[in-house]
């Protein structure tokens, strides 16, 4: 079939799909309930469907009657029956695809079960619903005219018990049908390549003369991969050499760090930025509108949403709510139910809402404390963990400590920089950051693929406060003694300045 006619049909069964798109719109709680029973119903023969008497479900209540809250540490032991093999365990079709990423507490990686459903359903139906909604807000479009560059991870797949892990994106390319690599740039064999620099030149050999319309990714990956092509092709703009450049759709990490310079590189005002949020867990919002900064909820993925506000959560007071009953401006952990077997799930990220007609939202953050400016998904007890083994290695004692990254500026990579303060300090800070550095890899496979030569994180940056530094600045705001405590993890900036005017 000729691309032309190919990219014409296609645009046509996507504009086809706003019409389903409204009626979750017009009817979010009908549609919601819709979801839940619908899993419930599918699930009921399971292990856990029988344990949780969903054949009895026929509502909200009674779902939430005999389903506890979940997350992946009291998940873990049935992913991990699962990707030996079993079936029936927490979803009726066999799970074969498992999504590895980093997280947990308790481990360095975690594996999310992708179902069939879940692929079908879920995470294609969402990158139709991503280019109907953009087609919808811009008739004039010549998206389907060329190709998107997309980048995903830089992982194998990796066969066990007759059951695959690898990254998201990994298993998506993997799965996706023969056609749709039609409209896209790289290659499937160079997109699943799994050694970073390799595969940075085998897609620039590929995409630079090629008519790319539109970039998806993770800003901070993307952004390395186009200056490198900007270096290979001596242009001055991406502009320069993809003439017909209209739309970067990206997700992942919060783009504001990353704005301005996208701006550099593609100086057009008519260059549109379209938002998306998903995860290994599913794929759950969209931005609807051009110029922008929230997104959709979409609700007929199946998947069935609860929230948590966050000012009980952790607490004895804590509730969960439906989204019936969430409310603007307020912040919320969110809580999924999916098609791929997770019930009552804390994903642990953060969100506001910013309508409830429709539903939309703002990704706020995280449930703990975290740095993922770079998709490194740094979380608190990755730090504490390697710093114990720094200062085990260089005896040396800490007494309180705060972390920022470093924003990548031009072509500078990024990193993160450590403000410490110490009553023992060691030897050699050298030493020390280097020890920190090779824990923090041991610990986080993220944050390893970022520092893997250099890529996106440099080695981190650490300062020795010197002695009373964190007392003088809590003083400072007033925040001395009661329940005050020095921020460990941010994804901004402040703190670290403030520490440093003062170091």
Known sequence: MPLA?????????????????????????????RVLLELTNAAKNTELGKAYNFGEVTNYQQFIRNTPLTTYESFEPFVERARRGERNIFWHTPIKWFAKSSGTTNAKSKFIPVSEEALQQCHYKSGKDM?????????????????SLRLGGSKELYEQNGTYFGDLSAILIENLPFWAELSCTPSNKVSLMSEWESKLKAIIREAKN??????????????????????ETKKEHLLELWKNLEVYFHGGVSFTPYREQYKHIIPSDTFRYYEIYNASEGFFAIQDRNNSDEMLLMLDYGIFYEFIPMDTFGTAQQTIIPLSEVEIGKNYAMVITTNAGLWRYLIGD???????????IKITGRTKHFI????????????????????????????????????????????????????????????????????????????????????????????????????????????????????????????????????
Request: charged fraction near 25%; proline fraction near 4%; include cysteine.
């Open 5 to 33: 006619l190919f990219n014409s049909i296609t645009s046509w069964f996507l504009k086809r799909r706003i019409d389903q798109i409204q009626e979750f719109v017009q009817h979010p709680h009908r549609v919601q309930e």
């Open 131 to 147: 280019l109907c909604l953009y087609l919808n807000n811009n008739e004039d479009s010549n998206l389907f005219k060329g190709k």
């Open 210 to 231: 090629e008519n790319v319309t539109s970039i998806a990714g993770v800003p901070s990956w993307m952004l390395v991969l186009l200056n490198r092509i900007l270096e």
């Open 350 to 360: 953060t969100v506001r809402f910013t309508s409830v007609s429709p539903y939309r």
């Open 372 to 503: 993922n400016v770079f998709g490194e998904e740094l979380i608190i007890e990755n730090a504490e963990r390697a710093l114990e083994k720094a200062c085990e290695q260089t005896g040396s004692h800490l007494i309180e400590y705060t972390v920022a990254p470093i924003f990548m500026q031009d072509k500078l990579k990024g990193g993160h920089e450590w403000v410490i303060e110490f009553d023992a300090p060691p030897a050699s800070l050298e030493h020390f950051t280097e020890v920190l550095d090779t824990e923090l890899k041991k610990l986080n496979s993220d944050y390893e693929a970022k520092r893997y030569n250099n890529m996106t994180l440099n080695m981190p940056k650490v300062h020795q406060a010197r002695t009373g530094l964190f007392h003088d600045w809590l003083k400072d705001k007033d925040k001395l003694g009661g329940q005050n405590k020095v921020p460990r993890l941010s994804n901004s900036r402040e703190y670290v300045e403030e520490l440093l005017k003062l170091l």
